[in-house]
Each structure stands twice: as structure tokens, then as C-alpha cells.
């Protein structure tokens, strides 16, 4: 048995450092780990999670805290403990191989059990310490599996040989680039419409998710007013539900009812960031107040609640508080009418659900927009929400995990720089740069990317998504307030994305790069799940600077990686928005607009198009310095408008009437 004892105390995860006092002799993954199953013979135990997991935290405390079930795992595995948001490598590899195991989905916690070369050949999700609800207790689940290694070996070494053999032909090229067509738009828009809940919203049952991507591709068809209509009620129902924070703002993961009702509270920085945009683009599409307002509030919640000293945004908020999922935000009737007196909480009462039976555990109520209140009522119900925030704002809290994670910030700097763009909101701007300064700041070490940061600490090589995410951030960002240091910041992500990710044999990207540690697989990943997928986003952003700087080389890897994914494309579009948006685009690019002229026109300009999705538009006032030649356009006394799309540009445009015909088709370049 190895003396080894619990190694996390050194990380800088929330999430391993919550299992640094376990009695389990916890590593974390890396070759100390692998080498040490390799010297004793000893398969893995492998526990993957995540600081917001309600059934990670349960798990814990039944088995991992339990002196008796971690005597059991220290005498039969070597066990690694891996935060899934800091290596999401580790963790599609796994799910994956959980899929092919059990025939099941995936989820966290994630439990697999591992040959020495990091091979699975068992695994699962949660399992309880005693056996409960079919699942068998896992100290005895631990025993079994240990006996299958030592008496099985045989067997188990002809299953991960299928194992493997499965992964490398899922990382395989997928039959040969194809010429684009634009056939997977349309079976895109088929499959969403058919899959869509006319009575609630979104897309199949329960759980239900957001799937912002889906609702980005269906968001931007102008000419298409039943997708469109199916975006906006979405997120008109998304808002009015209990998924989304009627007091605080924000939005948390999923609703586990198909009416957005009861969430998973957990919320997660990934999701409200390109949610931010989208409520700031619906708002623009239709005058909606609602929509502008339900913006505001994830801007609120971004800024008031996960904003680091430094200007970067934390990464979640647990869905337990004092133990017990959802506590900070439900209600008692009692507790309302006493905060409230009669009339304001007979109207939040109307208005939230209260007056219904409890939708919480048949005990509690979570608000939601049960009525609206008239014109009249609204000023009275903003006291009553106020009134009942200040007293929620005095419960314990849920927990932060406060790491900085790359990918995530990206996304939320795109989604704030846009929405800052789209409502005039100059000091949402502001906190989008602010992030980004410090991604490039402690982040960019060397002409590297890093993946993640906490207490100043940055530290794990950058992943695909972490490139490509930031990248899109830079170009809105650039559309929002144009800096030099933005510009030159995505020209190296860019160069880094080609030299360190790109399969220059097949086309696409990497999940990892070049020189990452060697793994059981290489992902490229071509599906949107709780994130986009990085192969779609680089693509689009490379496109877009490749148009915007003239240069052939982005413009080209784009190509190369969108003709690789073709084939996948053309067989099922469904999960691959990103990636089908990224096909539009390349088949129709879109207009590049620079700005020249006095800087207060340029700027009115600039926000007279602030709505435009379809278009890069660059404001550059006269005296904007350093620009590179592609942008260097000449000065002038009143606004002059470049436009260009593909290899094709007009004269200057010097009416704004007249750009707006350019940019709507009316003569096109």
C-alpha cells in the first residue's frame, strides 16, 4: 500500500482545494500520478468535478470525508481528483469514454477507473456510499473493481484496446474535405423549428437548457421571421422563468422542468455572457424593454457579484448554500409578507407565483413571472424587489469559485463588449476591457496562452476554446472602442491558433495543442455543448480578421477547417451551429466598414450601426494612430465610410443614408 498521502493542498482550483483536507490520498492528474499506478500496478481511480456541482459536493461528503470508504480507495487505486473547468481535455476524453463504456450519458461527478496508461475500463457518475436508488454503495463498487483488475486483466486489456481503437477513429478525419454548400443552414433551421416547444420555448423537454448558439443562428435570419420569432420567444419565456434571477440578475445553468420554472442553481459565467448579447440583439430587434432590462441585470450580476479585484470575472457560483441546493433563493410566504407588508406582497404574490401552491420541494416557492404588473403596479413591485434582494443579500451566501478562466472571460467580454455597443452603455465597455487587459496581462506569459489564474497565479498551456473565444472578444471588442494593443493582442492569437493548433494535414483545430502532454486521445471537436465549439469560433473569427486585415492566411486555415468539417456538416448540422454560422460566412462574408472622419461623427455613426451583426464596423477618427495598412484609410472632414466585402470594395460612402442601402443589399458591392 503507498504511504502517499493527499497531495492538493498546492493547487490553486476552489475545487481541489475543497478535497485538500479528504482522507482520500487525492493527486492531481500529471506524470507523479501515472507513474506511481505504472510502479505499483495499480489502476486509477479517476474523480472528476467542479467547484458548482451540487451532486459533486454530495458525493464528498458521503464517500470522499468518510474515513472508512477513503481507507478502501487509498489500499485499492491511486486516485486523481481533476477540476473539470481547468482541464476540460481530461474531461471530454473522459465523458466520452463514459459513453462508449455504459451506453449512457456523462455528468459530474465523473467516476472512471483507469488502467496505468490512463486507459478506462469501468466507470460512472455519482454513486452513493450505501446502495440507494439502483446504484450500489461504492465501497463495494471500489472491491469489485479491484477484483476485476487483478483476476480480469486479459479481458480488460482486449476492452481498451476497443476503447482506444473507438477514440482514434472518432478523432479521425471525417471522410475528406467537401466543397461548401449551403445545405447545412437549412437542415440546421429544420431540425430547430422541429425540436422547438411551442408552449414554453426552446428546444425538446426537460431538463432544459439555453443553447444560446442555437438561439444566435436562429436570431440573426432577417429574412426569416418564424426562426427569428422562435429566438425571441425563447427568451422572452427564458426571462420570465425561474431559471432567470428575478431579483438578482443573471441566469443559472438549466431548468429541470421544460417550463424554465425550477432551476439547477448553479450559475456559471460561460452561460450569461453569451446571453448578455443576446437579450442586448433581441432589445435591439424589437423596442422590447424587457429585453434591455433582463441585459442590465447580467451586467448588474457580472459586475456586482463576479468581478475580480483586477477586472476579470469569476467563474460560478454554487447552486448549495448552508448545505442545501437553492436555499439563498427561495422564499417562504411568511418571510415575504413580513418583509413586504400587505400591499406590496399581495402584488409580488400575483405577480411572482406566491399565491400559487410551492414549487420547491412541495415546501418553498422560487420567483418567477407568474402575471406582469400594469404600467401602474411596476414602480411598486421594483420596491418590493429591491426590498426582498436587501434581505437576500443578508443569507449566507452560495460559494464562489473564483478562478479566471480564460475561455470564460472570453465569453463574457464578448458579451459585454456587444451589448455595450448594441444599449450605449459606455461603462460596460469599460468593464469588458478591463478583463481583457488582464487576460493579456497575466495570462499571456512568453507568447503563450494560459488557461486559468487565482490569486495572481496563472498557470495549465491554453486550450483551443481559451484561443478562439478570446479571439472573437478582441474583434467586438475592437468594434465597440478600437485599440492598437486589442488589434495586435488577436493578430498573436491568431498566429498562435494556426502554428499551434491547426491540423495542417486535414484542416481544423485541436482541442490541444501541439505540444501538449500525450493523452489517450486528441480531440477536435466540432459540436456546441455547455460552450460552442472552438473549431466553429476560430473559424468565424478568423474569417473576420482575415477580412478585416486582408490577410490570406487566416482567411485560408478558415476554409481549410470549415471544408474539413463538411462532410459532419452535410450528414447532421443539429449541435453545430457555431460551426454552420461559421459556413455562412464563408459563403457570404460579411461587410467590412471603416470609419474615417471628426470623432464625434464617427461615433454617431458608429452607433447609428451599433445593432449590426452582419457587419465589421470599425470607427477611426481622424488622428487614430498606428493603424496597419488595411485600416489606414484616409482622413477626412466628415465621415467617410470604406466598405468592402470578400475581395470586392466601393468607393468611399460619405451619406449615411447610403451605407445604410449598401449594408441592407440595396447596391451591393
Known sequence: ?????????????????????????????GEEALALARAEDKPILLSIGYSACHWCHVMAHECFEDASVAAVMNRLF??????????????QIYQTAHQMLTGRPGGWPLTMFLSPDGTPFYGGTYFPREPRHGLPGFPGLCEQVAAAWRGKRREIAAQNREVLGALARMSAAPGGAAELSVAPVGALRALLLGSFDRDD????????????????????????????????FTLRRMAAGGIHDQLGGGFCRYSVDERWEIPHFEK????????????????????????????????????REMTASEGAFHSSLDADSEGEEGRFY????????????????ALAARCWGLDGPPNFEGRHWHLRVAAPPSPDEAPLLEAARAALFAARERRVRPGCDDKILTAWNALAVEGLAHAARVCGRDDWGVAAQRAADYLRVRHWVGGRLLATSRLGRARLPAYLDDHAFLLAALLELLQADY?????????????????????????GFFFTAHDHETLIQRPKPAHDNALPAGNGIAA?????????????????????AIEHFMPQLARQAGGCASLVLALEEALAPPAVVILRGPAPDVAEWRRRFAT?????????????????????????????????????????????????GVLDGHNAC
Open 201 to 232: 420555448g426552446g428546444f425538446g423537454g426537460a431538463p432544459k437548457f439555453p443553447h444560446p448558439t442555437d438561439l444566435a443562428f436562429l436570431l440573426r435570419r432577417p429574412d426569416d421571421p418564424q426562426a427569428r420569432e422562435a429566438a425571441l
Open 540 to 560: 468565424r473569427a478568423l474569417q473576420r480578421l482575415g477580412h478585416l486585415l486582408g490577410e490570406v492566411r487566416y482567411l485560408d486555415a478558415a476554409r481549410r
Open 330 to 345: 427561495v422564499w417562504d410566504r411568511a418571510e415575504v409578507a413580513a418583509l413586504l407588508g400587505p400591499e406590496k406582497s
Open 78 to 91: 491511486v486516485n486523481i481528483k481533476v477540476d473539470r473547468e481547468e482541464r476540460p481535455d481530461l474531461d
Open 268 to 303: 456559471m459565467l460561460y452561460d450569461n455572457g453569451p446571453l448578455l448579447g443576446l437579450y442586448a440583439d433581441a432589445w435591439a430587434l424589437t423596442g422590447e424593454e424587457d429585453f434591455r432590462r433582463v441585459a442590465a441585470g447580467i451586467a448588474g450580476w457580472l459586475e
Open 483 to 507: 485599440r492598437a494593443a486589442d488589434l495586435d493582442f488577436a493578430r498573436q492569437l491568431a498566429n498562435a491558433l494556426l502554428d499551434r493548433f491547426e491540423d495542417r494535414e486535414h484542416g
Open 612 to 660: 449590426r451583426r452582419d457587419a465589421l464596423i470599425l470607427a477611426l477618427p481622424n488622428g487614430t494612430p498606428g493603424l496597419p495598412p488595411a485600416l489606414a484609410k484616409p482622413e477626412s472632414p466628415r465621415v467617410n465610410a470604406w466598405v468592402c466585402r470578400g475581395v470586392n470594395c466601393l468607393a468611399p460612402v460619405e451619406k449615411f443614408a447610403e451605407l445604410a
Open 1 to 29: 500500500m503507498s504511504a502517499i498521502k493527499n497531495s492538493l493542498g498546492g493547487e490553486t482550483s476552489p475545487y481541489l482545494l475543497q478535497h485538500a483536507t479528504n482522507p482520500v490520498a487525492w493527486l492531481p492528474w
